[in-house]
């Protein structure tokens, strides 16, 4: 039973290149969750989805960060023209149901490196 | 602005001994918390967890303890074992709908043989 899944493990991109991340849920887990990690910081929430639907996006910068999780296939978070700033370890985690006691289930993350 | 705080980046803790760590909260609205332990390179992982109707839960060698009015959680382990070394995040959320969850920055807990 793999959990979740997020590939690459990292990820180098040049200033301005564009970075997608990908994140496949555990089985039977409809709704997602990414959050940022930037360098001496906590986990910061970006967005909540479940199939095909943005459910909750406050914690998205406003330009260049989008996210989908369409109906087959991975949970993408996709920046744009990436910034030095981006660079930050991208965690993506999952759960059956909106119950926040149960806890997600983090996967291992994506560090990426903008150079 | 950082609504979840735990002011100890560091922590290390003798074998077989208690290992306390602290978090503070600033937001009243929340009234749902969540510990999660980290090893490097890897996701946090679920550990145990709280509402604000209980001011402990207990699982195994490991407590909660939630005091409402200082805004103030801590875990203990008890006793503490070499594999607990590893990064712990306190995380709070107002509703119980786990859409989005504030994490602390973590303490490093350190259990030395």
């Known amino acids: 039973n793999a959990g979740v899944m997020q590939n690459p493990r990292h990820l180098v991109r040049r200033r301005g290149q564009e970075a997608r991340l990908r994140c496949s849920p555990m089985?039977?887990?409809?709704?997602v969750y990414w959050y940022r990690q930037l360098p001496e910081e906590g986990l910061k929430f970006m967005v909540y989805?479940?199939?095909?639907?943005?459910?909750?996006e406050s914690g998205m910068p406003k330009e260049r960060f989008s996210a989908e999780f369409p109906k087959e296939g991975p949970s993408i978070l996709r920046i744009q023209q990436v910034v030095r700033g981006d660079s930050a370890a991208y965690f993506c985690?999952?759960?059956?149901?909106?119950?926040?006691?149960?806890?997600?289930?983090f996967g291992s993350g994506t560090r990426l490196t903008v150079v | 602005d950082q609504q979840v705080k735990q002011n100890s980046p560091s922590l290390s803790v003798q074998e077989g001994r208690i290992s306390i760590l602290n978090c503070d909260y600033t937001?009243?609205?929340?009234?749902?918390f969540l510990w999660y332990k980290k090893y490097p390179a890897e996701g946090p992982t679920f550990l145990i967890s709280?509402?604000?109707?209980?001011d402990k839960n207990e699982d195994g060698r490991f407590t909660v303890f939630l005091n409402k009015s200082a805004k103030h959680l801590s875990l203990h382990i008890v006793p503490s074992q070499p594999g607990d070394s590893a990064v712990y995040f306190c995380?709070?959320?107002?509703?119980?709908?786990?859409?989005?969850?504030?994490f602390g920055t973590g303490t490093s807990l350190t259990v030395i043989p």
């Open positions: 985690a999952s759960s059956p149901s909106q119950d926040g006691l149960t806890g997600y289930t």
């Open positions: 089985k039977g887990h409809s709704h």
């Open positions: 989805l479940q199939k095909e639907n943005i459910i909750d």
């Open positions: 937001n009243s609205m929340f009234d749902y």
């Open positions: 709280i509402s604000s109707i209980k």
């Open positions: 995380a709070a959320s107002a509703g119980n709908t786990g859409n989005q969850f504030y």
